[in-house]
């Protein structure tokens, strides 16, 4: 079992920058992939971007360039710093973690961006 919780979410106006954190609290080792997605009202759950234990990152292509995801293997930690937010940006961020190849997510931390 892997308990995933976020934080960093909160308002911005268009083109600032918000920095979101999730952590597996615990002595848990070889999380393998680490990541995010975020949900829209009425939008399905979508990728936003993911990194690899090796740190080999995806993003989705709505975020290249603007986001970055990091991970500290140590601290069992993943960051996505977010920066020239849009509107668009818009959701509410969800946590993902794969460990023994189950999924796990967090609990959701919302991001507003609107002037």
């Known amino acids: 079992q892997v308990q995933l919780v976020e934080s960093g979410g909160g308002s911005v106006q268009p083109g600032g920058s918000l920095r979101l954190s999730c952590a597996a609290p615990?002595?848990?080792?070889?999380?393998?992939?680490m990541g995010w997605y975020r949900q829209a009202p009425e939008n399905e759950r979508e990728l936003v971007a993911t990194?690899?234990?090796?740190?080999?990152?995806n993003y989705a292509d709505s975020v290249k360039g603007r986001f970055t995801i990091s991970r500290d293997n140590a601290k069992n930690t993943v960051y996505l710093q977010m920066n020239s937010l849009k509107p668009d940006d818009t959701a509410v961020y969800y946590c993902?973690?794969?460990?023994?190849?189950?999924?796990?997510w967090g609990q959701g931390t919302r991001v507003t961006v609107s002037s």
């Open positions: 990194i690899a234990r090796e740190r080999t990152t």
């Open positions: 615990g002595s848990i080792v070889s999380i393998s992939t």
């Open positions: 993902y973690a794969r460990y023994l190849g189950l999924p796990y």
